[in-house]
Nanobody, 125 residues
Framework: QVQLVETGGGSVQSGGSLRLSCAVS????????LGWFRQAPRKEREGVAV???????SYEDSVKDRFTISQDSARATVYLQMSSLKPEDTGMYYC???????????????????WGQGTQVTVSS
């Protein structure tokens, strides 16, 4: 059974930084992709960043140059380093896993079958 557990959320002022972590357990296969999604109040969930097993990454346009996704395969953990945070980055952040590496870089949640419970990020102005 695949489980994803996020940690690292919190409250920060605009311009600050946070690092989210997601511990992955269980077998997600050899062609996996791990991603971060977020949902702001009264908005639909959107893809933020993904990384596949080979280390290729994709980002949503608004977070490019501010967020960095990385993984530690030995620790089965994926990270999201967030810098220069803005109030519009506020939301619940979810870690997700896909077994379809060839589909995940479009940042569509449709292709992610495993999800964590989420961690809240609040950025105040």
């Amino acid at each position: 059974q695949v489980q994803l557990v996020e940690t690292g959320g919190g409250s920060v002022q605009s311009g600050g930084s946070l690092r989210l972590s997601c511990a992955v357990s269980g077998n997600i296969g050899s062609r996996y992709c791990l991603g971060w999604f977020r949902q702001a109040p009264r908005k639909e969930r959107e893809g933020v960043a993904v990384i596949d097993r080979a280390g290729s990454t994709s980002y949503e346009d608004s977070v490019k140059d501010r967020f960095t996704i990385s993984q530690d395969s030995a620790r089965a953990t994926v990270y999201l380093q967030m810098s220069s945070l803005k109030p519009e980055d506020t939301g619940m952040y979810y870690c997700a896993a896909s077994v379809a590496q060839w589909l995940c870089h479009g940042l569509r949640e449709l292709y992610f079958g495993y999800w964590g419970q989420g961690t809240q990020v609040t950025v105040s102005s």
